[in-house]
Structures are given as C-alpha cells and as structure tokens.
C-alpha cells in the first residue's frame, strides 16, 4: 500500500552547529521526510532514527514503480505499527550520512569542491543535535516517541539523555549504550579496507574513482556481523552456487560467498565511502558510561518512558549491553521496559522480527500516549 | 629451556601425488622437524598437525637467539604434555602452506617460476596423504596419537578416517567436521581482500610487490575470529591507545585498532599471500558430512580411540560443532571422549589454555598408550 507523502524535504541550518569536538560547522541541510499529520495538539510525533547505511526514506513509494518502498515500510504506513493515521511521523537522514543530510560528499561552499576527509569527525550526539534543530524548525516541542534500531537505538538513548524535556518515551532496539571492543574492531577493518583502496584517493575520489573493492569488503564484513552463525546455516548452509561440485579453483563456490559479493556490490551503488568512514567511526566513540562516568550517572536526568528491546542472536550488539542499560535505568528508578525477542536472525532481526517487535512497540506506544 | 633439536629437514616425494581434485602433483618437498627418540618398537610416535598459519617448527629454538621458540612450545617439550622424553614427535608443514614444503610460492620445475595460481587447489585430505607419504618415508607404521587444533584438528579428524590402522589415537581439539558457512563467509572477505590488493597481480607477485594491505586485512579478520566478544572486552575494553582523549580524526583511537595493526602487519613479514588463499580454500572445502553422505558414514571406518575437545566461548569452530562429531561417534560405538574447556579466550584458547588442556591430554595419551 502506498503511504500518501511528499518527496524528501529539506531543511537549511545556516547557524554553526557546535560538534563534540568543539568545532563550529555550517551551512547545513537536512534531508527528511514526515508522514501523517500533526495533531492539533502536536502531541503526536514520533522521531524514527535511521541505523548505519539508512536514510529518511522510511516508508512508502515515491513512484508506483518504485523498486522497494521505504527502509521500514513493514513498521510505518497507515494502519502498521507505527500507523500514519494516528502519528505524525519524521525520519531526518543522519549527518555525515549521503542521502541528502550534509556529510562528506557535500559541496563545502568555501571551497566550491566536496569536503571529502576536510568533514569533521562527528558524534552520535551530532546527529541528535541536528534532529533537534530541525523539531525546533517544524516548531514541535515534545516527542510521543524517539525509536531507533542499532545506530538509531544509540541515538534514542541520546535523545532520551541529552532533551529529557523534549522526550515522552524512547525505544532503544538492538543497541547499546557504548560500542564494544569487538563492534569496533570490525569497524577498524571495514574502515581499513576502504582507505587501502586505490581508488580512495585519501578521500578525494569524487568525480574520478570509488573505492569500490574496499568500500565492498567493509559491506561484506558487516553484512556478516548482521546475521548469526544459525541463520547462516539456515539460509545457506554449505550449499554450492550455479554448480554442482566443487570448482577447485580459488573462485567462490558457495552460495554464502555469492550472498556477500551480491550485497558487497549492491552497497557500493547506492552509499557512498567517505560517510561509511565517518558514521562507523561516530559508533565507535559512542560510550555513554566513558562520557558520564558511569552508565547510571548517563541515565540520571532521563524523564522518558523507556523500552529497550534485544535479540537473542544478536552478537554485534548482544542482550547483554541491553540488560545494562536497563539494569542502570532500573537503579536509578526510572520507568522502563525491557524485552529480549527470541530470534535466529542476530541483529538483523530488528528489521526482520516485524511480528514480534510490532506487538511491543504497540502496546508501549499506547501506554505512553495515554500517560500523559 | 631449549629442546634438542636438528635444523628443519626436508623431504622430496617424485611420485606424482594424487590430489582429492584428480590432478597429480609433483614433485614436492615436505619441511618437518622431529623431537624426541623414536622407540625400538616404534610405537611412541605423536605427529601434530598445525593450524592455518602454523609450520613445522613446533618446539624449542634453533638458537639461544631466537625470539620465540616453535608454535607449540608451552606443550611440547622434556617434560611437558607432549613429553620429548618420552614420546617422538613429527611436525610437517602443510601442502599449500609457504614454511618450507611445496607451495604456490615455490618454484614449478617445469617453468623455473613460482607456481602462482598455478598451484592446485588442495584440500585437509590432500594435507594429511602428503604426511602419510612422510610417514612412510621414515618408516612409520602407526601413530599413537595425532593430534590438532582448528585446522590442525580437521586433520587429526581426517587422519582417522582416511588411515584407521594407522591411527591408535586422534584428538581433535577447537575444530569441526565441516567449517560453517560463517566460517566461510570470513574466509571468503579474507581471500577477497588480498585479491583486490593491487599489489596482487593476479598472484604473480613474486619477487615485485606484496599484496600487503589486503593480506594485512584478512589476519585482522582472522584475529577478531580468534578472539572472543569476552577476551576483547577483558584485554582491550574500550582504551584508548597512546592517548588520553578521542583524537576526533579517522585515524586509529583505540587499543583494540592498534592490536590489530600490529597482528596485520607482522603476519604480512611471515606469510604468503597465496598460501592464505589456498589453506582457507582448502579449509572451506572441509566437509566430512558432504563428503561421506553424513557424519555417521564419515566415522564409521575410525578404529582410534578419539578425543575432542572445544572451547566455550570458541564462536569460530563453536562447541556444538565438537559435540556434532563426538554424537557421531558414540552412534557408532567408537571409543570417545569429550570435554568442552570453560574459557573466556575464544578460538585462541587451544593456544592459550595451557594447564586446562594439558591436564586433559596427558591422561588421554597416557590411556592410549597403555591400552595397546
């Protein structure tokens, strides 16, 4: 069903954005997109975070003959979970990102050329700061609810932490409060692989190369850190690709290697490699217990209703670092649910467990809009 | 203490050998170090079979001077579990590998040239007929143990299989009868990353470049599979390296990043390219339920009195996978046992669990001895 919507808009901050690292940046322009109305009473907006390679294309064609609607179309539309018939719901494309928010494929207007390596190293934090100055434009004060997956979760927590004014609940799905050594690691490698690529050019490739080979290899990495060692074996178990025996030559045999090229190839169509390099490495300084001392002091002006929700094979970010954010929300009495979806499918399974996250999110939406 | 010991010695087979692809291969030449006396009765042979990027300096230096000592030397030794007193041990280098046997980067006869991607594509059977050939050539009829860890083990397992009366005893240890399609999905980028390595050149780098950044990549995968979620958080946690604050650039940050540097780096110093691609080839086509039918045709054959042994929080060749053989096993009334080591190490715990391992292997070779 088709959502009835606008193209991506856009918002321009000509006002320096202070970062985390201290430095001021300007202009920017955020690309996003809202669905439903606004209440009268503008009590009814939800704020959707997009995770690692997302954008603010959540749901929905554009154009009948739209290949794939929206990111989390089986969530948002009229009559789903997060239904457009009851909340006004807006989804801004991350900073530093390549879907239309400034990031390092952007034209620096001092210099008339892309930013390329000269973008400023961002903070999930940015991103949230940039959300807010674009509620602040839309003039909504409160949000019914900031929900996010993964990168999106980290930036629910943020926006519970940093605007506990602004934030009536918040679900922080499939997340966690830092990255882990492992998390980063992979990170590091996919990174790597990128800036040993040729065609990287120390960033400056636009309009000449892509470095597709290394920004490829960092999608295959990640791709495997997204699934579980069961839903491989589930879904590909050691079958062969297009033959039927071994090939006997160092060329891919099987299926699960045709799988990763296929989603390695597709990546490098559609995002570009500089953002992979500045989005990994915003999650890998993410650390709400380093940053406040501790996880319970992060969490102490939280005011949100929150849920956090985790996935049993989840292995990039495990039930573990979600039971911690629970466990410090908890101690410091804070209002919070928690729920660990039994699943094969590892952290992917936040965009596929739709059935079983829907029911959640439900049911906490509607207790949350009834609290107030 | 330095264990007495000669210079690696070589061997040369001529006889073309039979290769699990049909292709006959020659001539080859087999590095392999021994230890210990054999006995009058010749019955107190171990060969140990090395893992990935092992070789066949297991134990003791060559010289006082030598930073390390061979691969396995906290186990092999006077005294230790794998006693040079009392037992007479055989370590080879694998086929494929680049420590001295033949490899794709030893020189093809016929063209006075590397072999290059010219090399066959092996499998773990083909690794185990060349030591057979070995065997053979130092006129041993049986083994009293062989023994591996990872890849090593899919030896020790293949070695049972392929050559029951041979084998009196076989312990598979941080290994599997069939390596996963996540396993394969690592091994696959690994590979991916060195072929796209300019430096590559279709493999015939030889004596012109390295493909150094792309192998570097696949040891920093490697290395993360080696460790475990636990390990890293204990050994690396999220520290920063050689600094007090986020550099807020895209360089390396953390201590976790600069290990993995490092590991990459050095592993560039030692290793071929090529091998690489090779063993893990030959690792992926490892299949011994695909091969046989099932696991219980695999086994039916093995007369040796078996150990296995995994590691809890190995995720590469995970518990379950052990246990997979040992059930096969005990359908078949085979003589096994099995012993799953609590360890927060990760794959690397065959390495590293010293005591825990020790204790476990010296009771098993000292039943297997005295059985006979």
Redesign the interface.
Known sequence: MLVEKKWVELFNISDPLVLE?G?SFSPLTVAYETLGHLSPKRDNVLLICHALTGDSHVAGKYSPDDKKPGWWDNMVGPGKTFDTNKYYIICSNIIGGCRGTTGPGSINPETGKEYA?SF??LTVEDMVRVQKKLLDHLGIERLLCVVGGSLGGMQALAWAVMYPETVRSAAVIASAA?????A???N??G???I????GFENGNYYGKSVPE??L??AR??GH?TY???ES??K????NLQARDA?????S???A??SY?EYQGGAFVERFDANSY??IT?AM??F?FP?KYGSLDAAVKNISAKMIVVSFSSD?LF?PYQSKEIVKALMRSQKDVSYCEIESSYGHDAFLLEVEKLSRIMESFLLTARTEE
Chains 1, 2 share one sequence.
Do not use: C, H
């Open positions: 690292s430095k390596l400023p190293v830092y990255t882990s050594a492992q980063i690691a992979f590091k490698v990174r790597n692989a800036m040993s690529d040729p080979k290394g490829s290899i295959m990495i495997i699934l579980s060692d491989m074996r879904k590909f178990s050691r071994k090939s006997f030559e160092l891919d045999d099987f699960v290697e990763l390099l500045y490495k890998d300084y650390d380093g292995w495990p």
